[in-house]
C-alpha cells in the first residue's frame, strides 16, 4: 500500500511528530520501482562491460592481423626489389 502525503492542522502534526509515528520531511514514494530500475542498470551495465572487453579483444586480434599483412607486404616489396636487381644483373651480364 503506497503512503500519501496529507495536510493536517499544525498542533496536530506537531503532535504526531513527538509521538514519532510523523515527520516533517516528504515521503519517497516508488522505492520499488527505483530498486527495480537500478538492478537492470546494473545488468545493462554488466553487459556493456563484457560487450567492451570482448570488442577489446577482436580490436586486439585485428590489429595483429594488420600488422601480420603489413610485414607481408613489406617482404613481397622487398623480395620484388631483389628479383628486379636479379633480373637487371642478369641483362647487364648478357650485355
Do not use: F
Request: glycine share 8%.
Amino acid at each position: 500500500m503506497p503512503i500519501t502525503p496529507a495536510r493536517i492542522p499544525t498542533v496536530d502534526a506537531e503532535g504526531l511528530v513527538k509521538k514519532g509515528v510523523a515527520s516533517y520531511t516528504p515521503v519517497i514514494t516508488g522505492v520499488e520501482q527505483l530498486t527495480k530500475k537500478i538492478a537492470d542498470l546494473e545488468t545493462t551495465v554488466g553487459t556493456l562491460k563484457s560487450d567492451i572487453d570482448t570488442l577489446k579483444t577482436e580490436i586486439s586480434r585485428v590489429s595483429g592481423s594488420i600488422g601480420g599483412a603489413s610485414s607481408m607486404s613489406m617482404l613481397a616489396v622487398v623480395l620484388s626489389l631483389v628479383a628486379i636487381a636479379i633480373s637487371l644483373y642478369s641483362l647487364k651480364k648478357k650485355s
